[in-house]
Nanobody
Framework: QVKLEESGGGSVQAGGSLRLSCAAS????????LAWFRQAPGKEREGVAS??????TYADSAKARFTISKDNAENIAYLQMNSLETEDTAMYYC??????????????????WGQGTQVTVSS
């Protein structure tokens, strides 16, 4: 059974850091693209960052502040978030697919999703 399990969310003050983790299990093949999306209240879900064996992709809002990485042996993706801003407050979701996504930050390219982990940044 395919499963994505996020952890690491929480509440921090602006300027702080958090590291999110996404553990992927049950996938038949290891050539996964793993990605992080987020959805703030009243807003659409948006792509934050993605990673596969070839490249990483970041949304403009995440460049220079967020770093995505992947432990291939354990199939865990991480999202290190630094210099957090109140605008980063959202539910963060992990997504996965086999192979390369046409648009790595388009949620339509992913067919496996975690339950989400809440990130709250206060001023």
């Amino acid at each position: 059974q395919v499963k994505l399990e996020e952890s690491g969310g929480g509440s921090v003050q602006a300027g702080g850091s958090l590291r999110l983790s996404c553990a992927a299990s049950g996938f038949l093949y290891s050539n996964l693209t793993l990605a992080w999306f987020r959805q703030a209240p009243g807003k659409e879900r948006e792509g934050v960052a993605s990673i596969n064996n070839i490249e990483t992709t970041y949304a403009d809002s995440a460049k220079a502040r967020f770093t995505i990485s992947k432990d291939n042996a354990e199939n865990i993706a991480y999202l290190q978030m630094n210099s957090l801003e109140t605008e980063d407050t959202a539910m963060y979701y992990c997504a996965a697919r086999h192979g390369i996504a046409i648009d790595p930050l388009d949620e339509e390219d992913y067919n496996n999703w975690g339950q989400g982990t809440q990130v709250t940044v206060s001023s």
